[in-house]
């Protein structure tokens, strides 16, 4: 109930006013039945929009720290996530893989909508890198149809919202669903589960025009710019979006 509130009453409103969102390909995604959704991810804004021009619930994975909170804004954290769907998991143990598989397939036996991002991080400047595996192993073991995802104009509607002046508008793109046939009986197949994450990183980079990075992680490329900055030298040499 809190999840259609959230979408329809107290945030979807506000999103759609300000972001003025537009969805491309909205018939590749199941009518019903499990489904995964493998996109980009540029801003926090990305797991508001897509959601909200889609008919059906989509559920997310979270890290558990959003629902471990104490006092009025632990309550209010978890109330939020929850009911916006969030599916918590703790990343920080050495099982943290396995438990993100085994929420995923729960989500999936479930017949739900999973949205999963393979950059693993939001991109530290809006290129799209290379994407981990873990949605392509999560798609042979569940068997269900997988759709490559794009948003565009998720990070200038945060800067420009933050500043209260008027963001351009944020375009969800939903590929045609991935035919996993190629690759039948090879679950656990270390090689099929990167050329599928191959191909959807080549899917989601035809969707978005976004520079593709192949060979370097998003979460490394995060602890270089770190480490840039921290020696106080410029941080980019290149524009902010690199999208069309």
């Not at 999973?114 to 873990?134: F, M, V, W």
């Not at 035809?206 to 060979?215: K, R």
Request: hydrophobic share 40%.
């Amino acid at each position: 109930m809190l999840y259609w509130l959230l979408k329809y009453v107290l945030i979807g409103p506000f999103l759609r006013l300000t972001g003025r969102p537009r969805i491309t390909g909205r018939q590749n995604v199941p009518a019903e039945g499990p489904a995964l959704l493998v996109g980009n991810h540029l801003s926090v804004a990305d797991w508001l929009f897509m959601p909200l021009l889609l008919p059906r619930r989509v559920t997310f994975l979270a890290k558990s720290d959003y629902f471990t909170g104490t006092g009025i804004r632990g309550k209010l954290n978890r109330w939020f996530f929850a009911g916006s769907g969030q599916y918590p998991i703790d990343r920080t143990n050495a099982d943290a893989a396995q438990a993100a598989m085994d929420a995923g397939l729960e989500v999936l036996a479930r017949g739900d909508l999973l949205c999963i991002y393979p950059e693993g991080t939001r991109s530290p400047d809006g290129r799209l890198y290379r994407g981990k595996t873990g949605p392509a192993r999560l798609a042979l073991r569940a068997d269900v149809p997988v759709v490559p995802v794009g948003v565009i104009g998720s990070q200038d509607y945060i800067r420009r919202v933050g500043r209260f002046a008027r963001p351009g508008r944020v375009h969800v793109l939903m590929g045609e669903p991935l035919d996993l046939a190629p690759w039948a009986g090879r679950v656990g197949d270390r090689a099929a589960e990167r050329e599928i994450t191959d191909e959807l990183m080549r899917r989601i980079q035809a969707l978005t025009g976004q520079e593709y990075v192949p060979d370097v992680y998003g979460a490394e490329m995060k602890k270089r710019y770190e480490a840039v900055r921290e020696s106080g030298h410029n941080l980019l040499d290149r524009p902010v979006d690199g999208q069309r």
